[in-house]
Nanobody, 124 residues
Framework: QVQLVESGGGSVQAGGSLRLSCAASGYTYSRHCMGWFRRAPGKEREGLAIIYFGGGGADYVASVKGRFTISVDNRKNTLYLEMNSVNPEDTAMYYC?????????????????WGQGTQVTVSS
């Protein structure tokens, strides 16, 4: 069993930056896949980026590539999402999730373990 807790959300102006964190506890393994997802108002949950818990294998969907950076500090059992050059379309609830191995693009239904989410609001 894995528990995930996101933090770091908040309000930011367009063009600004924010760093989200996801603390993992329970059973974790270097080849487990960690993913970031988001759900904007009125939209389905969207996969954004993936990385192996041991590091490596980072990949991004087109909408965030070049602006967002996924990373992991496995000494702290923590996943991060560095968000730069944000815009109002990035307003959403952001979730981290984990599953046994990585595949791309990240598909919501493949991930059995989820955090509760952290809200990001970008104002213009």
């Amino acid at each position: 069993q894995v528990q995930l807790v996101e933090s770091g959300g908040g309000s930011v102006q367009a063009g600004g930056s924010l760093r989200l964190s996801c603390a993992a506890s329970g059973y974790t393994y270097s080849r487990h896949c960690m993913g970031w997802f988001r759900r904007a108002p009125g939209k389905e949950r969207e996969g954004l980026a993936i990385i192996y818990f041991g590091g490596g294998g980072a990949d991004y969907v087109a909408s965030v590539k070049g602006r967002f950076t996924i990373s992991v500090d496995n000494r702290k059992n923590t996943l991060y999402l560095e968000m730069n050059s944000v815009n109002p379309e990035d307003t959403a609830m952001y979730y981290c999730a984990t599953k046994r191995s990585c595949s791309f693009p990240p598909a919501e239904y493949e991930y059995p373990y989820w955090g509760q989410g952290t809200q990001v609001t970008v104002s213009s």
